[in-house]
């Protein structure tokens, strides 16, 4: 069993910047992609950001590319995705998973360890 618990959220101005964290805890992550989600109110869960097992390959989301990173510390079982310039569409909560494979994937169904997510809210 893999524990995921996500951190960094809050409540920020359009345009500022937010760094959400998450960190493994049971088993290591160190051998799967990790990525990022979020979700809104009355909407599915979507791909943010994804990053392999060595951390040398990312993919994102075109709404977010330029603005979000995503990285990884195998060392500390930990994923980071350093957020800039948010906008109010990027209210959402956000999950960290770990995914089935070693290399990116943006579906959910990829995906077999979740965390609880944490709440992002940009106001305009």
Request: charged share 20%; net charge positive.
């Amino acid at each position: 069993q893999v524990q995921l618990v996500e951190s960094g959220g809050g409540l920020v101005q359009a345009g500022g910047s937010l760094r959400l964290s998450c960190v493994a805890s049971g088993r290591t992550i160190s051998n799967a992609a990790m990525g990022w989600f979020r979700q809104a109110p009355g909407e599915e869960r979507q791909f943010v950001a994804g990053i392999s097992w060595t951390g040398t390959s990312t993919d994102y989301a075109d709404s977010v590319k330029g603005r979000f990173t995503i990285s990884r510390d195998n060392a500390k079982d930990a994923v980071y995705m350093q957020m800039n310039n948010l906008k109010s569409d990027d209210t959402a909560v956000y999950y960290c998973a770990r995914s089935k494979y070693i290399h990116t994937r943006r579906r959910t169904t990829e995906y077999d360890y979740w965390g609880q997510g944490t709440q992002v809210t940009v106001s305009s």
